[in-house]
């Protein structure tokens, strides 16, 4: 089955200080998408980005980036510059096929990241 | 914008009691899924489906059913409540497409006494 691993459970930087969250996953699927959630205190969660098995390129939307390497298998997720804002809960989650043919995300188990002023 | 409404917040209710989460949304979505969410373990797929009166087992589906009767609603039901079950449940949609994202509804705190 596939699995996705956060090991960082709470990170907590001041303000300004540059930030990576790991993610780790596990698929015997070759073609596979990877997304990052964000969940901020109000719990709604919130889609950042999707990165497909074939893309490998690096992306950078503002003081985001993240990371896509094939060969060790991670995902991780950078914020430059960080801010109160980005206090939140990251999630990262892996596409799988069901049996019936349908797709469904598997979730890592979250960081938690606190930004003090 | 994209809107997955669950239909309470907050919810407290009582062991053995038949609990119904409704979750409705309202961009045409084939897919829908129901998740719970508890410190330490990240979020749980309990059961989601891919189509009117279609559904799928998740990783956890002991103690839950479901249903979905209308394309844009799916309700989780919990026959008989118990306290192992207090617990944030998220509801999503999805388009049926490979590699597209869920969106979230802002989550029921269910506690169970």
């Known amino acids: 089955a596939q699995k996705v691993t956060q090991a960082q459970t709470e990170i907590s930087v001041v303000e300004k200080e540059d930030v990576t969250l790991d993610c780790v996953y596990e698929?015997?699927?070759?073609?596979?998408?990877l997304f990052w959630y964000k969940q901020p205190p109000s719990g709604e969660l919130v889609f950042l980005i999707r990165r497909n098995s074939f893309d490998e390129q690096n992306e950078i939307s503002g003081r985001y980036s993240w990371n896509f390497q094939k060969s060790t298998s991670s995902f991780n997720f950078t914020i430059t510059a960080s801010q109160v804002v980005d206090s939140a809960v990251y999630f990262c989650a892996l596409s799988e096929l069901t049996q019936g043919g349908s797709e469904k995300l598997v979730f890592g188990k979250g960081t938690k990241l606190t930004v003090n002023p | 914008d994209v809107k997955v409404t669950q239909s309470s917040r907050y919810l407290v209710k009582r062991t053995g009691e038949k609990v119904f989460l409704e979750c409705v949304q309202d961009?045409?979505?084939?897919?829908m899924f129901w998740y719970r969410q508890d410190p330490g373990l990240g979020l749980r797929l309990i059961y989601f489906?891919?189509?009117?009166?279609?559904?799928e087992k998740g990783d956890i589906p002991e103690g839950y059913s479901v249903s979905r009767e209308k394309k844009e609603r799916f309700s989780l039901i919990l026959e008989s409540a118990s306290t192992n079950q207090t617990s944030m449940y998220l509801c999503a949609s999805s388009f049926r497409i490979r590699g597209t994202e869920a969106f979230f509804g802002q989550g029921t705190r269910l506690t169970v006494v």
């Open positions: 961009m045409d979505h084939e897919n």
């Open positions: 489906s891919y189509d009117v009166k279609m559904k």
């Open positions: 698929t015997r699927d070759t073609t596979y998408y």
